[in-house]
């Protein structure tokens, strides 16, 4: 009877169950905490530096869409901004569609 408490992880009689309660309460929040710290916090940060940047879209600003396409901001409204690619034609676009600011990704390059 004894292997059989042992395999189905049965308390011995006489000990206090209140041990292993607290013991795993605690491994769920250390597991909540890093949860949090390696997923939900970054998440959160990546997402407030996107509405950062889409706010402090101005005039004459190089960007890349997320379709890849390069340009230079000509007009910027609420939620749309035209920009201005090769050959002096002009694009209208949601501001979600822009991905990132062209100058940064050069200046990290070199």
């Known amino acids: 009877m004894k292997e ?3 395999l189905l992880q049965i308390p011995a009689e006489g000990a206090d169950g209140g041990e292993g309660m607290m013991t795993q309460i ?3 929040g250390a597991i ?3 949860f949090y710290l390696f997923m939900i916090r970054p998440q959160m940060k990546k997402q407030k530096e996107a509405k950062k940047f889409k706010e402090s879209l ?3 600003a190089k960007v890349v ?3 890849g396409i390069h340009g230079k ?7 749309i901004v ?4 090769e050959g002096s034609n002009r694009l209208k676009m949601d501001k979600n569609a822009i991905s990132k600011e062209f100058a940064v990704e050069e200046m ?3």
């Open 65 to 67: 869409t997320i379709g």
């Open 73 to 79: 901001i000509v007009e910027v409204k609420d939620d």
């Open 82 to 85: 035209t920009i201005e690619v």
């Open 58 to 60: 101005v005039n004459g």
């Open 108 to 110: 990290e390059k070199k």
């Open 4 to 6: 059989l408490g042992i």
């Open 26 to 28: 605690l491994m769920f």
């Open 32 to 34: 909540f905490l890093v």
